[in-house]
């Protein structure tokens, strides 16, 4: 079962908990008060820190670049963030209504580039930290403006 034991206590995120997960070694989470995210860009022919972009939880969603220099991520706080990929300056925060701890893509339909994103119950991290809260999973559909390159100061449309 990936590491997971059914039936496994749920561990006190503010102890050290190897409860029944696998996460390739020995882990020690932040206590969730404490507990942040962050992302950071780096230029890949020198190796060099680019930017950084600090959240106020941890960073659990996908992120995902596109050509237009946009990247889009999620919050466990239940934002959906587009940033500036070549600066990190963030562009736009929109609510989603729950935690972000799913899967961000974007994809063309009909002519329109559209970004999709998951949030909700956000699986075992509900279990370590229930304070995330979160409820039935859902995907929110935000429209980009044809201008979609960072330039752009409003990249998103209203979700459908």
């Not at 996460?23 to 780096?42: I, N, V």
């Not at 403006?145 to 960072?150: E, Y």
């Amino acid at each position: 079962m990936c590491g997971f034991q059914e039936g496994a206590t749920p561990p006190d995120p503010q102890k050290e908990h190897t409860h029944g997960w696998y996460f390739g070694g020995e882990t020690k989470f932040d206590p969730w008060p404490a507990a942040r995210g962050r992302l950071t860009a780096f230029d890949a022919s020198t190796g060099k820190e680019k930017w950084r972009y600090d959240a106020a939880k941890p960073l659990v969603a996908g992120v995902t670049a596109t050509e237009g220099d946009l990247i889009f991520t999620g919050e466990l706080t239940g934002d959906l963030v587009a940033l500036d990929a070549r600066t990190g300056k963030v562009l736009l925060r929109s609510a989603l209504g729950g935690p972000a701890g799913g899967g961000v893509v974007t994809y063309n339909a009909r002519g329109v580039q559209n970004v999709a994103i998951v949030s909700g119950f956000v699986g075992v991290y509900n279990m370590v930290a229930p304070e995330i809260g979160g409820g039935n999973t859902t995907v929110t559909i935000f429209r980009l403006k044809r201008d979609q390159t960072a330039e752009s100061r409003s990249v998103l449309n209203q979700p459908r």
